[in-house]
């Protein structure tokens, strides 16, 4: 019912507010693979390993354990990992970065689904350092904790910010937003996720591209691809998926990836436009270690108290605007079925 809900709203914005998606110019979305794993059933999150090529990780929704997949370009698993030290209260969203003193790949899976909007005290992201053979096994998490400095929040979407390896939490409500995680994250109590973007209406998940020259976020209709300044590229065209939950960058940073939820649910390959490519430069690796002055973006330059966040005020009427059609078509409907 509240998804249902959800799509309705979301329906209904996209009636108040059109903006076309840009298409490829010289390429078309292709259906990369399809999962041929029964166990995965909800792929919610995705991400391509930073190490091995040819890999892709993905997890299931809520309900499920601490469990990962890895998957080959055809599909099929390789690898099952079991997480230890972890839970699976609802595991929204993963990401992949790699650290910059050992180049080690490092999985992220964010537990930060809350439907209720404050039904948890706080939230988890487990970093989890990437297998270095692909078999099964079951692999250590460090837990980080979370809370939202503006209260409660339902989210479906992180990203790991390679160049400076800061990590997003992107809010999944009618005015979302991009939150930034502390610089340096610590265990032995509750990180602080502070506002420092808006974000688009309902939003699925995100990514960051693979040289951190933008970031990406999806939402149920379509995704919309950024600078690290926040400020809008193009949207980008998806295809149509059952429930679409995931997305990420290829390695080469020249498309996107995207999943939905189901038994045997595809992936798509969706090349970025021409005019998005030029600002999300293809690079397989990020920059090796720029200065610090070089490696902060303008979100991180936010979330260390440098600029303001948030709504603008052209977002605000946005969000009244779509909340007073959707009432009017839910008044409608409540009225014609009564």
Known sequence: MIRMLAAVLAACFLIVVPAPAAAADDE??????TFKDPRITESSGLAVSPTHPGIYYTHNDSAAAPTFYAVDGEGRTRATYQVRGAEARDWEAMAASKDPRTGRGVLWFADIGDNLDGAWPDVSIYKV??????????????????????????????????????????????????????????????????????????????????????????????ATLYKPSGETIARVAMPQLEQAESIAFTADGKALLTGSEGVRSPVYRVPLPARARAAASPSATPTPTPSPAKAESSLDARADGQADGG???????????????????????????A
């Not at 078309?28 to 693979?33: G, S, V, Y």
Request: hydrophobic share 45%.
């Open 28 to 33: 078309r979305m292709e259906k990369l693979f």
């Open 129 to 222: 350092m990437e297998p270095q053979r692909i078999g099964d096994a079951t692999l250590p998490a460090v837990r980080y904790r979370f809370r939202y400095a503006d209260g409660a929040r339902n989210a479906e979407g992180i990203m790991v910010n390679p160049r400076t390896g800061r990590l997003y939490v992107v809010s999944k409500e009618f005015a979302g937003s991009v939150y930034a995680a502390p610089k340096t994250l610590r265990t032995d109590r509750t990180n602080v996720l502070r506002k420092v973007a808006a974000a688009p209406i309902m939003a699925t998940d995100a990514a960051y591209a693979p040289d951190g020259s933008s970031y990406v976020v999806r939402t149920y209709f379509s």
């Open 311 to 337: 709504l603008s005020l052209k977002d605000v009427l946005i969000w009244l605007a779509a909340a007073a059609t959707a009432i009017g078509v839910i008044t409608f409907i409540a009225r014609r079925t």
